[in-house]
T-cell receptor, first 106, second 116 residues
Framework: KNEVEQSPQNLTAQEGEFITINCSYS?????LHWLQQHPGGGIVSLFM???GKKKHGRLIATINIQEKHSSLHITASHPRDSAVYIC????????FGAGTILRVKS | DARVTQTPRHKVTEMGQEVTMRCQPI?????VFWYRQTMMQGLELLAY????????DSGMPKDRFSAEMPDATLATLKIQPSEPRDSAVYFC??????????????FGEGSRLTVL
């Protein structure tokens, strides 16, 4: 079993929809990262979390350390949000999830 | 804008050739990572350095890969000899990480390697 599981693997949404991407992990961690990778290939760090919730614009990330679960929410989704979203956990080195491919249609 | 710089952006080479990829981390960052991304395996950590010292290179095939930080402004990843299965995008990332916890990560744009 992978240490990090993301769901869904693929997600298609209509512009304006509220989107949730989930990340579950099986080991103790000190931090969790959410990354965004656009079709061009560049990777951007969206959030680093060790507890609670963080918000940046239309993006919200939450983590529940006890349940070993994190979610990334996108409010009022837009086609420019189309990307691969990757969850990465830090037990003692970064371990990556397989990613969620998000496509937002206009 | 401070950013992580990687060279080359693209490299096509023949099997058996030596390949060197370079990374200039953001000034002041003390932790540098090398990752590899393939369609099959996704993102994998190859090696990382803290204050130029290698902390973990367990993800790296030791017989052909080597990673070094000759100084604080340069990290290198070398493959010798290269094989077709090394074809991937290689990312460098840096951050200022202290203690056992993690810090923010800043990625370079990647070096796309194709080994024929």
């Amino acid at each position: 079993k992978n240490e990090v599981e993301q769901s869904p693997q693929n997600l298609t949404a209509q512009e304006g929809e509220f989107i949730t991407i989930n990340c579950s992990y099986s080991v103790g961690i000190s931090a969790l990262h959410w990354l965004q990778q656009h079709p061009g290939g560049g990777i951007v760090s969206l959030f680093m979390l060790s507890s609670g919730k963080k918000k940046h614009g239309r993006l919200i990330a939450t983590i529940n350390i006890q349940e070993k679960h994190s979610s990334l929410h996108i409010t009022a989704s837009h086609p420019r949000d189309s990307a691969v979203y990757i969850c990465a956990i830090y037990p003692n080195k970064l371990v990556f999830g397989a990613g969620t491919i998000l496509r937002v249609k206009s | 804008d401070a950013r992580v710089t990687q060279t080359p952006r693209h490299k096509v080479t023949e099997m058996g050739q030596e390949v060197t990829m370079r990374c200039q981390p953001i000034l002041g960052h003390n932790t540098v990572f090398w990752y590899r991304q393939t369609m099959m395996q996704g993102l994998e950590l190859l090696a990382y350095f803290r204050n130029r010292a290698p902390l973990d290179d367990s993800g790296m095939p030791k017989d052909r890969f080597s990673a070094e930080m000759p100084d604080a402004t340069l990290a290198t990843l070398k493959i010798q000899p290269s094989e077709p299965r090394d074809s991937a995008v290689y990312f460098c990332a840096s951050g200022f990480w202290t203690g056992p916890g993690a810090g923010e990560l800043f990625f370079g744009e990647g070096s796309r390697l194709t080994v024929l």
